[in-house]
């Protein structure tokens, strides 16, 4: 059976991986750019699952599964391909600030923590003293209390993209890369069955077709007159780099609050971010707002002071891929067709819910 996979981000490149375990599928990759580009290549890789406010239904779910399958996926995928991905297991401090107006805030979290504890993961509460012994980098004074979730990860996204890849193509997977895909053949097109793909390398035939392209699905989605809309949502964020890194060298876990993200790379190098920026209305157009990714650093250094002295490395920004009017993501057979599934739209947590995507897509072709 011939698989189809259009697109090759985080998402794509998980499905293939997926799918490459599975006995008799011919599984193709197309992509029009290298691996791990687009949104993938802006992400900062935080798995914000156990901290997360999902509890229940689909949401908790795909976030559970991806956090189990994360724990196996990454060794599994450093053995095979003999790559190092950074995947930082130190877990996730989130930052607790005064907000008169939500001074309940801390009894949602006690909450949080007694059905995390139900749920059988550990979420702890910290006071200011236990927040500074942990995290003496922070300004504890910015803060009312914290939230550790050990169990939570970030991984670097494209590392993890490029080891699905190469992991992927050792079991035969075939990656076409610089391939743009223009939409499905209408002549090839029965009852509710594809059978073609047009792309700038020609026809490519298939029995199953999984749309992975994030923000390039809807277009390629145009002619089935399904109308699913995929809209950008820009994200800019900073490399920053200390001398050494702040606080406990040992321990080095994500620090989140007011969501702004501060994320250990390597040494004393942090990622922080990042903005979300809605384009405004009937356009797909976002212009960066200087002022925006500027806040991000400064409420960076309110919570680290010692990220005032940092060289900045490098600014970037990304869309996120976000479905219009429905949630996120869109995991689905693309209503009409019977082999034509969509796996887009994942939004601000695509990184996290790729391992779950790409089970859902295996459970859909395999059953
Ligand atoms: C600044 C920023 C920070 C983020 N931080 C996080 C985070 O901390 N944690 C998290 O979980 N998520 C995060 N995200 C979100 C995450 O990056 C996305 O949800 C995820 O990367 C989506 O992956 P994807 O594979 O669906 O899409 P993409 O990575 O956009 O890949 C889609 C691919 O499809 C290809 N394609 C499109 N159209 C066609 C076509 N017609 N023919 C051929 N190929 C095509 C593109 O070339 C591209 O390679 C962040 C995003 C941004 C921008």
């Given at each position: ?273 990042a903005t979300v920026e809605f384009p405004p209305d009937c356009s797909d157009e976002i212009v960066p ?79």
């Amino acid at each position: 059976m011939n698989v189809v996979i259009v697109g090759c981000g985080a998402i794509g490149a998980a499905i293939a991986y997926e799918l490459s375990q599975v006995k008799g599928l011919d599984i193709t990759v197309l992509d029009k750019q290298p691996p791990a580009q687009a949104s993938t290549k802006a992400a900062l890789g935080v798995l914000v699952g156990i901290i997360s406010q999902k509890t229940h239904g689909k949401a908790w779910l795909m976030r559970q599964l991806s956090m189990q399958r994360y724990e196996t996926l990454i060794p599994e995928l450093e053995e095979i391909t003999a790559r190092k991905i950074p995947f930082n297991r130190q877990g996730i401090v989130m930052l607790l600030c005064e907000h008169p107006q939500e001074n309940n805030e801390l009894e949602n979290w006690q909450k949080l923590v007694r059905i995390r504890q139900s749920q059988g993961y550990q979420l702890e509460i910290w006071d200011r003293g236990t927040l500074k012994q942990n995290c003496p980098q922070i300004d504890e004074k910015q803060v009312m209390a914290a939230i550790y979730s050990p169990q939570d990860r970030q991984v670097d996204p494209t590392a993890l993209t490029l080891a699905l890849v190469d992991a992927a193509g050792d079991r035969g997977v075939n990656f076409k890369f610089g391939v743009n895909v223009l939409g499905m053949s209408s002549s090839h097109t029965t009852k509710n069955i594809c059978q073609q793909l047009e792309t700038t390398a020609g026809k490519i035939t298939g029995d199953w077709f999984v749309i992975a392209a994030g923000l390039g699905s809807s277009p390629l989605l145009a002619q089935s007159h399904q109308l699913i809309e995929i809209r950008p949502v820009l994200g800019q964020a900073w490399h920053l780099r200390l001398k050494q890194p702040m606080g406990n060298g040992c321990f080095q876990p994500v620090i989140t609050g007011n969501d702004v993200h501060i994320v250990p790379a390597s040494g004393g190098d942090y990622w922080v971010g990042a903005t979300v920026e809605f384009p405004p209305d009937c356009s797909d157009e976002i212009v960066p707002d200087k002022q925006l990714l500027e806040s991000i650093k400064q409420q960076a250094i309110a919570f680290c002071p010692e990220l005032a002295n940092a060289t900045v490395i490098r600014t970037w920004s990304g869309l996120r891929p976000r479905p219009h009017k429905r949630s996120a993501p869109v995991i689905d057979k693309l209503p009409g067709f019977s082999n034509v599934l969509l796996a887009t739209g994942h939004y601000r947590n695509g990184i996290l819910l790729a391992p779950a995507t790409a089970l859902v897509i295996r459970e859909m072709i395999v059953s």
